[in-house]
């Protein structure tokens, strides 16, 4: 008798009294969760497949479903929790590598939540954001560090070209194949309307998005899949993928079943294989060798278009970062550990890397130290949940944020984090055609539009209670935080005051 020891980790419950019976919730389950009996005129649940996507209880027409964590559980052990318990049961099934989406779920320090901002009280008034005006405009790339002059006397007026954004907040890195064709729309046209950056990913950019080119960050990571000429001279940037925050260290996979013929043709490989890129990129040893390729892609595109580099926040991240500035790289984006993906392997995403927050503050203070923190600008990413990180993180010295998962949330994601399974119920991540249908982009657009124009306005009313009224003025300004709960360690190395102090 084969025995399965990997219990359903949720249960459907559903209120008979209310169900109607409509098979809505069957009709709309990609992992076939409900189903009808015939025989017994009633639904049916196989709770073994639920992943907890909430899509049946959102369009149940008679609010008779409810997903609740399942009781079953093992007896108590400190040092062998549930989880670790299921764990060893699959993969002594499978022999495979677990695999998690979307972020590290584990606790632990988020130091965001153990900053507090500052506020002006009587000497150092306040500002009102409604009645005075209040800079969000972001300038990223390399920033002159002192006027010059041409050989006629003149000013010189050109610089090394950047970024402009209306505000400090860009899409993050989800490359089409990972995420779905309407999802790649939403985010192209909110970053259009908004005035900010959304990024290809590894993925290449599909024909239709290349009229989004001056709101697109196309990236080269070590696959190359979609790079060529036209690819790079299309964005607004190009950003170098060296490691992302979910799974430093290691490279990417997506599996073929989402490598459909669209996909296919956009990243240049064929169709159904699967997509694999390698851990390193096999032409970069050394920081001289990233300066070649920073600059060959310069060179590419006719010296008109920043270079971000990316990094996942590990332990020598400011070493790493100061290498990166000598590139002659215009960005440095750094990915702390709680950052999200469409697959990540569990352990690597669970126990590899560092806190976005620390190795951010460490970056920033190492490039002052040298005197070379105006060569380049610093976007940090990683988990940012809320207008109050974004300000926190400026604060800590970043120039700009990435979002990912936030704005997935602004999509329909309901953080079921089963991604790599590719039958995302909400349309975002997956191919399916009948399921990227669910996704409205012209509706994803405007949710994006208004998460992050609703940020926007609180940040500039948390800037304004500081008495600051530009990005530029809280950029680095450590003295508007103070720290909550943190050993002396931890505030020095965040470079803030303890709170009281
Ligand atoms: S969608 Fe709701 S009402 Fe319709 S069959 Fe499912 S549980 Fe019943
Ligand atoms: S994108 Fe879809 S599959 Fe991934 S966590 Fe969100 S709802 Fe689940």
Redesign the pocket.
């Known amino acids: 008798m084969k025995v399965n020891n990997v219990y359903a980790e949720f249960e459907v419950v559903?209120d008979f009294s209310?169900?109607?019976?409509?098979?809505?919730?069957?009709k709309q389950c990609a992992n076939g969760v409900?189903c009808?009996s015939v025989e017994k005129k009633t639904?049916l649940a196989d709770d073994s497949k639920c992943v907890n996507c909430h899509r049946?209880v959102a369009?149940?027409?008679?609010r008779?479903?409810k997903i609740v964590k399942s009781e079953l559980t093992f007896r108590g052990n400190a040092n062998w929790p549930d989880e670790v318990i299921k764990q060893v049961y699959r993969q002594s099934e499978t022999g495979g590598v677990l695999l998690s989406s979307m972020g590290n779920p584990k606790e632990g320090p988020i130091y965001w939540d153990k900053m507090l901002v500052n506020a002006s009280q009587v000497t150092n008034p306040s500002i009102d954001p409604l009645r005075e005006p209040m800079e969000t405009r972001t300038y990223l790339g390399k920033k002159p560090q002192r006027m010059e002059r041409n050989p006629d006397g003149s000013l010189r007026l050109e610089h090394t070209p950047g970024l402009e954004l209306s505000t400090p907040i860009l899409f993050s890195a989800m490359s089409y194949g990972s995420i779905s064709y309407n999802a790649h729309a939403a985010l192209a046209r909110a970053a259009k309307e908004l005035g900010i950056c959304y990024n290809t990913g590894e993925g290449g950019l599909h024909e239709d998005f290349y009229q989004y080119g001056s709101n697109t960050i196309v990236q080269v990571a070590s696959g190359r899949f979609g790079v060529h000429k036209d690819y790079l001279n299309a964005g607004a940037a190009i950003e170098i993928k060296i490691g992302q925050g979910a799974k430093p260290g290691i490279g990417g996979h997506l599996p073929g079943a989402k490598i459909v013929a669209d996909v296919s043709k956009t990243r240049m490989i064929p169709e159904g294989a699967d997509a694999i890129s390698p851990a390193p990129h096999h032409d970069i040893y050394s920081i001289e060798d990233l300066r070649q390729l920073v600059f060959s892609l310069k060179e590419t595109t006719g010296y008109a278009k920043p270079v971000i580099v990316k990094v996942a926040a590990v332990h020598n991240i400011a070493a790493i970062a100061s290498g990166i500035a000598r590139s002659g790289a215009d960005i440095i984006a750094i990915d702390g550990y709680r950052g999200g993906t469409g697959a990540a392997p569990t352990r690597i995403r669970d126990n590899i890397g560092i806190p976005v927050e620390l190795a951010l503050a460490s970056v920033d203070e190492r490039l002052r130290e040298e005197g070379i923190r105006g060569e380049v600008s610093i976007i940090a990413g990683g988990s940012i949940r809320s207008s109050a990180d974004v300000v926190k993180a400026i604060a800590l010295g970043a120039d700009a944020i990435y979002i990912g998962t936030a704005a997935l949330l602004a999509l329909g994601c309901h953080l079921c984090r089963s991604c790599h399974a590719g039958k995302c119920n909400w349309g975002i991540a997956t191919q399916r055609e009948d399921l990227v249908k669910r996704l409205d982009p012209e509706e994803g657009a405007q949710r994006l539009v208004h998460l992050v124009t609703a940020w926007t306005h609180e940040l500039k009313e948390m800037m304004g209670g500081m008495g600051i009224n530009s990005i530029e003025a809280l950029r680095g300004n450590r003295l508007m935080l103070r720290g909550i709960g943190l050993t002396d360690r931890e505030l020095n190395i965040l470079g803030i005051k303890h709170a009281g102090e």
């Open positions: 559903r209310r169900c109607i019976n409509c098979r809505l919730c069957e409900h009808y639904m049946c369009v149940c027409p008679a008779a479903l």
